[in-house]
């Protein structure tokens, strides 16, 4: 009877993989992938004078840190963010504007791990509002997280 390994668990196995030797990468080393970044919102109906929090995460899935990637955002003219947001791992430039801008670029994102900040907003119109994110480094953005604010 033949047994079949499931690709999933050898895809695992080789992304831990770091020289080698033989053949190949002649420097001995897997180049890193970009890290993912994801957004959530709590809530994500709000009335209007309300806030909700954004949180966006850097995962790094490499067996070695990621230095200097980060995010831009951008909520819009009728967005306050409310208070100082808060941001975990080490940041190497951090900018806010209470008009409703933000961003980060974290010194490193440690291997197998995240880094997060936290944005509290306002918007002080009602509609659907979703902010504006660009990346900083090696770093993929993966869907946005529209808000919707009601009377």
């Given at each position: 009877m033949?047994?079949?390994?499931?690709?999933s668990?050898i895809?695992?196995?080789?992304?831990a993989?770091?020289?080698?030797g033989?053949?190949?990468?002649?420097?001995?080393?897997?180049?890193p992938v970009?890290?993912?970044?994801?957004a959530?919102a709590?809530?994500?109906?709000i009335?209007?004078?309300?806030?909700?929090?954004?949180t966006?995460?850097?995962?790094?899935?490499?067996?070695?840190a990621?230095?200097?990637v980060g995010?831009?955002?951008n909520f819009g003219s009728?967005v306050?963010?409310t208070?100082?947001?808060?941001?975990?791992c080490?940041?190497s430039?951090?900018?806010?504007s209470s008009s409703?801008t933000a961003?980060i670029t974290f010194?490193?994102v440690p291997a197998?791990?995240?880094?997060?900040?936290?944005?509290?907003?306002q918007?002080?119109a009602?509609g659907?509002?979703?902010?504006?994110v660009?990346?900083?480094g090696?770093?993929?953005?993966?869907?946005?997280?529209?808000l919707l604010?009601v009377?």
């Amino acid at each position: 009877m033949k047994k079949h390994i499931a690709a999933s668990f050898i895809g695992l196995s080789l992304l831990a993989l770091t020289g080698c030797g033989g053949g190949g990468d002649a420097g001995g080393t897997v180049a890193p992938v970009p890290a993912v970044l994801t957004a959530t919102a709590a809530p994500l109906s709000i009335i209007k004078g309300s806030t909700s929090i954004y949180t966006f995460t850097v995962s790094n899935g490499n067996v070695g840190a990621l230095g200097n990637v980060g995010l831009s955002l951008n909520f819009g003219s009728n967005v306050t963010i409310t208070q100082l947001p808060q941001f975990t791992c080490s940041a190497s430039n951090f900018v806010y504007s209470s008009s409703g801008t933000a961003s980060i670029t974290f010194g490193a994102v440690p291997a197998s791990s995240v880094c997060q900040i936290s944005v509290v907003i306002q918007p002080g119109a009602t509609g659907t509002f979703s902010p504006s994110v660009s990346t900083i480094g090696n770093v993929v953005l993966q869907g946005s997280i529209p808000l919707l604010v009601v009377n």
